[in-house]
């Protein structure tokens, strides 16, 4: 099995979604204020039984990446054939697969997205699905999300959703309050741990967080649990065993202040060609504004 990102489908399948966004419509949901400000302090939370009714049709749609990576966008594989079990991950994909789809344009995400954000608006960035199969040791390296982005901005969430049971040892890890410490930190591949080529000079060497610290964040994990935090939240996993099937749907969303960053190196995703200039607003034809919820 290839190591990385392959060729695979294109992501840009819909002409325009914002016209996607305008049919469409979103739930409410309350977050309380004492939730908002520990996401706002801590750059992470949990919100326990989150999606419940999206567990199986996220597991459907997941499913139908794993049983064909090439025919969806971005597959990637990061466990080498001498290494156990594997570690695969896709993105971009609301455009191909109906849950996807459905999750996004309907479910109360967007309306979560934005209280959190402090947002008057949430849009769609792109979703992110993920699975260790049993046997991988591999570990997630310590990283934060918004330096392998083509944005830039402080009002972001990533939603994760758990599809399986994920006890502690293997639980995605978090240092709290990293977000605000203002260091953007070099990417780093899944597969070889090694760091992106970048000519910005602005990014340093992402540290190795001591995943015991007693500023850690871990929470074991049901299925239908979300894990919400910014893009800018240092993160990672040990390398313990995976012992059962873990399985995870992510969307990222970006709020009032993000805008389009022309990066000076690799990004992941990889998208080209948006047409846009550094500070510019992402387009809403290919990343829809899901809140407000109508366009009434
Ligand atoms: O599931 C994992 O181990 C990694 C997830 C991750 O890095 C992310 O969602 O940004």
């Known amino acids: 099995m290839a190591v ?25 949901k309350e977050i309380s204020p004492t939730v908002i400000e520990d996401f706002q302090r801590d750059g992470v939370i949990i919100m326990r039984e989150a999606f419940p009714q999206w567990v199986e049709p996220l597991r459907t749609g997941l499913q139908r990446n794993l049983d064909n990576p090439q025919s969806f966008a971005f597959p990637c594989e990061s466990t080498n054939g001498d290494e156990p079990g594997r570690f695969f991950d896709s993105y971009c994909n609301w ?3 109906p849950e996807y789809l459905l999750f996004a344009f309907t479910s109360h995400a967007a309306a979560i997205a934005a209280q959190l954000m402090k947002s008057e608006t949430a849009q769609l960035f792109h979703d992110h699905t993920f699975a260790k199969e049993p046997g991988t040791q591999k570990a997630t390296p310590w990283h934060h999300d918004l330096p392998y ?3 830039d901005g402080t009002q972001t969430v990533s939603i994760y959703i758990a599809l399986d049971v994920v006890p ?29 080529d970048h000519d910005d000079t602005s990014l340093i060497p992402a540290p190795d967080v001591d995943p015991y610290g007693s500023h850690v964040f871990v929470e074991a994990l049901d299925p239908g649990d979300a894990l919400c935090f910014d893009f800018r939240t240092l993160h990672g996993t ?6 059962n099937r873990r399985r995870a749907f992510s969307t990222r969303w970006m709020g009032d202040d993000v805008r389009y960053l022309e990066r000076q190196g690799e990004t992941s995703p990889p998208l080209q060609n948006l047409g ?9 034809d290919l990343f829809p504004v899901l809140w407000p919820p109508s366009h009434d």
């Open 4 to 28: 990385g990102n392959t060729s695979a489908a294109q992501w840009r399948a819909i002409e325009d979604a914002s016209a996607l966004a305008v049919a469409t419509r979103r739930p409410w």
């Open 276 to 284: 846009l200039q550094s500070g510019e607003v992402m387009r809403p």
């Open 168 to 196: 502690t040892p293997t639980a995605i890890r978090f240092l709290r309050g990293s977000h605000r410490d203002g260091n953007t930190y070099r990417p780093r591949n899944f597969a070889s741990g090694t760091e992106y």
């Open 238 to 243: 040990t390398a313990a065993e995976i012992k």
């Open 95 to 97: 455009q191909l697969i």
């Open 149 to 151: 982005y083509c944005i």
